[in-house]
């Protein structure tokens, strides 16, 4: 009885421990995270590129995941910075001129938006998908950045 009266005064106190254990979900995200970093990506938080032209700074709070492949500087004139949004299944850029880039049909569905400027080229999302889309955003990213940088 003495035993069984320490082990539970043990697993009591070990008990709070278990909070700090990472979830399912966020060991997935690790995962998909480190697969992006070992293909070349880096992950930051960003805002979203229709939210942050806005001047409202309520709406300037939507920060989504941003994977993103660095690019080499150009030479001569800068990249001009360019972003779509993914809008039911469509492509629109912020400028409507603008053409939805190849790759946008090569990205998975939780993707919101695309974006290229001097130092980058990257998709925003909330890592709503799996390990499979991850691997489609590198493939594509790659691939995007083999097009601008020729």
Same mark, same amino acid.
């Given at each position: ?20 254990? !990472?979830?399912?979900? *966020? ?21 979203? +590129? ?11 709070? *939507? ?8 690019? +080499? !500087?150009?030479?001569?004139? !800068?990249? $001009? ?8 299944? $469509? ?9 939805? +880039? ?5 990205? !998975? ?8 400027? $001097?130092?980058? &080229?990257?998709?925003?999302?909330? $890592? ?20 601008? &940088?020729?």
């Amino acid at each position: 009885m003495k035993y069984l009266l320490i082990l539970f005064v043990v697993a009591l106190a070990l008990a709070p421990l278990t909070h700090f254990l !990472p979830s399912k979900r *966020q060991r997935q995200i690790a995962r998909m995270r480190e697969y992006a970093a070992v293909h070349g990506l880096f992950v930051e938080f960003r805002d979203l +590129p229709a939210v942050a032209r806005s001047s409202a700074p309520a709406e300037r709070k *939507q920060q989504v995941i941003y994977y993103g492949k660095r690019l +080499p !500087p150009s030479r001569g004139t !800068p990249r $001009e910075r360019r972003a779509w949004l993914a809008q039911d299944g $469509e492509w629109q850029g912020l400028q409507r001129s603008w053409q939805a +880039p190849a790759i946008s049909a090569a990205l !998975p569905a939780a993707v919101l938006a695309a974006g290229v400027d $001097e130092g980058s &080229c990257g998709i925003y999302w909330r $890592e709503d998908g799996s390990e499979a889309d991850v691997q489609q955003i590198v493939d594509a990213l790659m691939a995007w950045e083999q097009a601008l &940088c020729g």
